[in-house]
């Protein structure tokens, strides 16, 4: 008998978001990998779990997946985590999925709150469509050729962003697509979180420069729509 890889949604902060699945799960594996030991031992503490963890990370990965590989084959039973969310979006784990699952290894989701669905929810765009983009390029000619790609997209956008690069990136999004209207979500279910929707020449002197944003976009059709 092989073990299962069990792919754990955690809280993107209130910890009260996580699902009594989740909790079930991480109370009954052998093993959690996690990107910092650090914050999901914190996570783990506050739920009284105590489980052994090992750090899987972009740094590690392609090192980690076939030592968990075996694991797995000998009847382990194991835990994927991110600090924040859903694991394998905009972080690591999906080469160890694909890597289980050549193998014959169960590789089973546990569904959870996620900083992209939560902010379409709140961004008073469309939904039927939207596109992921995750982080832009940090070079200022990758992330302005990525851009004027990007403003070609009917989809709705959903991008992730820094506290070091929001107002560069919103500047970069002003020059490229113009001023126009997005939404922008800050430290999303934490303490201080906020939400700010109108054009980008008023957001950036609204928005407090602290935490992790996501940035909702609207497409190219909405938006020729609405002006």
């Not at 797995?72 to 394998?88: E, F, N, R």
């Amino acid at each position: 008998m092989t073990g299962s890889l069990y792919v754990v949604a955690v809280p993107i902060g209130n910890l009260g978001d996580i699902t009594q699945r989740a909790l079930e799960t991480l109370r009954a594996v052998d093993v959690i990998l996690c990107e910092d030991t650090r914050n999901t031992r914190k996570l783990l503490s506050h739920f009284g779990i105590q489980k052994p963890l090992k750090s899987y990370h972009e740094h590690n990965e392609r090192q980690r997946a076939p030592e968990v590989l075996k694991w797995l084959q000998q009847g382990q039973q194991v835990a994927l985590v991110s600090d924040a969310g859903v694991p394998c979006i905009s972080d690591p784990g999906y080469r160890l999925v694909r890597l289980a699952r050549t193998h014959g290894i169960p590789v089973i989701p546990i569904p959870g709150v996620s900083a992209v669905t939560a902010a379409l929810s709140v961004a008073g765009l469309p939904t039927d469509r939207f596109v992921f983009e995750g982080f832009l390029p940090k070079k200022p000619g990758k992330l302005r050729t990525r851009l004027e790609e990007l403003k070609q997209e009917d989809r709705t956008l959903v991008l992730f962003e820094s506290v070091h690069r929001i107002q560069k990136t919103l500047q970069a999004i002003q020059e490229i697509f113009g001023d126009i209207e997005i939404f922008v979500a800050r430290e999303m279910t934490k303490l201080h979180e906020s939400y700010y929707f109108g054009k980008i020449s008023d957001l950036l002197s609204q928005i407090t420069w602290k935490g992790e944003f996501v940035l909702v976009i609207p497409g190219r059709k909405f938006r020729e729509s609405t002006t």
